[in-house]
């Protein structure tokens, strides 16, 4: 099995690592704070799933301990109202840092905060936050702050805006900084729980959604392209998980568009673990194709029958649809015409979440998710083999099931299906 850069047939590609992101949730070290470094999880759209709310709580749990394991920490997750805490077994900051970065991964978060875990008493509280505030970068250039208090335990002895005067009267006598309630640049947050007080400043955006592996499994139509990742994103966000299944051109051309494929799958499965990629040499099918007349008919065609391949291997696997990464409009094969022509191929549901986006907006998302650059390499893709100069607009679903049973399409499929590599790209292994 290939690792970038070890990949298939020993060569070492130029590919871009998998990286932790942009890390705001703390200033660089200088002194201690009181209390215990832990990481609070603000929770999305699982809030309002009512009765079966626990199941998605109990999925994202089972998620969580899952992206942390390769780090090699051992941790503890509880569930409290609305939010959730973890907590490491080392009681070293950078663990816990790290810990944080990998979680702000995992779907179903919206926030990922790096908080300190202090007594459910006053002082302890007023003594955190200060600390926080003197290791804050704004603290040099005298910024405005603000002190965000709230109580999930009323029993506390102060109220919420009690709390707020008495912190911020402390925080402003030991820095005298001024206070801005509205626009702040430095914000403490308070969070009084049932058995602890939660205080912190910034944090990580999550990626919200559902938890993967609420909502089924799916296979991926997974080219070496911009869009087919973004798309496997999106799914994995509401709740899919996903297998890969990537068409190669070998055996007419070089394995360059399966290590694309390899390293598109090893950054996306930070999203969800133990991904699987397949991979099917589909030159001599194209061959195939071309030789039965297909003609401008060709990419159609070959479309067809790597989604009835699809649809093969994904109930070998329990998958419950095809995704692609179809954007209506966006090039000649993706006219309305031709995508009723391609949801006739098969009987499984073909998912599109990127119909309704231009191109712009997908790099954009690309970027964000960190396969663009992966997907900008160089590679021959098995699409642009054997191409007609002019690709059909506007198929004839009856035209293309002529084809196919020149081709007897079915039995090729299934031929296809059996003989897909598989690869097990992991975001966590090494380069």
């Known amino acids: 099995m290939p690792t970038l850069g070890t990949a298939p047939g020993g060569t070492s590609p130029h590919v871009p690592q998998p990286s932790q992101g942009d890390v705001t949730m703390s200033a660089p070290r200088r002194t201690p704070v009181a209390g215990e470094p832990c990481v609070l999880l603000k929770l999305g759209e699982i809030v309002l799933k009512g009765k079966n709310r626990d199941l998605f709580e109990r999925r994202l749990q089972n ?3 899952a992206a942390v394991k390769g780090l090699g920490i051992k941790v503890q997750v509880t569930q409290r109202e609305g939010v959730m805490v973890v907590r490491a077994e080392s009681r070293d900051e ?12 995992v779907m179903g978060i919206v926030w990922v905060h790096r908080a300190w875990r202090v007594a459910k008493e006053v002082e302890p509280t007023v003594q955190a936050a200060i600390d926080l505030v003197g290791r804050h970068p704004a603290l040099a250039r005298k910024a405005a702050f603000a002190i965000r208090p709230r109580r999930r335990d009323k029993r506390f002895p102060m109220t919420s805006s009690e709390l707020a005067v ?27 729980d049932r058995d602890e007080v939660f205080v912190f400043t910034d944090g990580l955006h999550g990626q919200g959604g559902l938890p993967v592996g609420m909502s089924g499994r799916g296979l991926v139509l997974m080219s070496g392209g911009i869009d087919s990742p973004v798309a496997a994103y999106r799914m994995m966000r509401r709740g899919l998980r ?18 694309k494929a390899y390293a598109l799958v090893r950054e996306l499965d930070k999203f969800q673990g133990d991904s699987r990629l397949f991979v099917v040499p589909f030159g001599k099918a194209q061959q195939q194709i071309k030789s039965s007349g297909a003609e401008r008919l060709q990419i159609i065609a070959q479309r067809r029958l790597m989604l009835k391949t699809g649809e ?9 649809a095809l995704i692609t990464g179809d954007s209506l409009g966006q090039v000649s094969s993706q006219t309305l015409p031709n995508i009723t022509a391609l949801d006739d191929a098969v009987q499984l549901p073909i998912l599109r979440p990127l119909i309704g986006m231009d191109k712009t907006e997908i790099m954009a998302e690309a970027r964000r998710v960190k396969t663009l650059a992966i997907s900008e390499l160089p590679d021959e893709d098995c699409c642009t ?3 007609p100069r002019r690709a059909e607009t506007r198929a004839k679903i009856e035209d293309l099931r002529q084809i196919e049973r020149r081709l007897d399409a079915g039995e090729l499929a299934e031929q296809l299906a059996a003989s897909v590599q598989q690869h097990r790209p992991s975001y966590g292994e090494q380069a």
Do not use: C, W
């Not at 950078?94 to 991964?105: F, K, M, T």
């Not at 911020?168 to 430095?186: C, F, M, T, W």
């Open 63 to 65: 998620n969580i301990r």
């Open 242 to 259: 996903l297998d890969f299944l990537h068409f190669s051109g070998m055996p007419f051309t070089g394995p360059e568009s399966i290590y």
């Open 312 to 320: 093969t291997l994904a109930a070998r696997l329990g998958g419950a």
């Open 385 to 387: 083999m054997l191409t």
């Open 94 to 105: 950078a663990d816990v840092d790290a810990v944080a970065r990998r979680i702000a991964d």
């Open 166 to 192: 008495h912190v911020g009267a402390a925080v402003q006598e030991r820095y005298d900084l001024p206070v801005n309630l509205k626009h702040p640049e430095i914000t403490v947050s308070i969070e009084v």
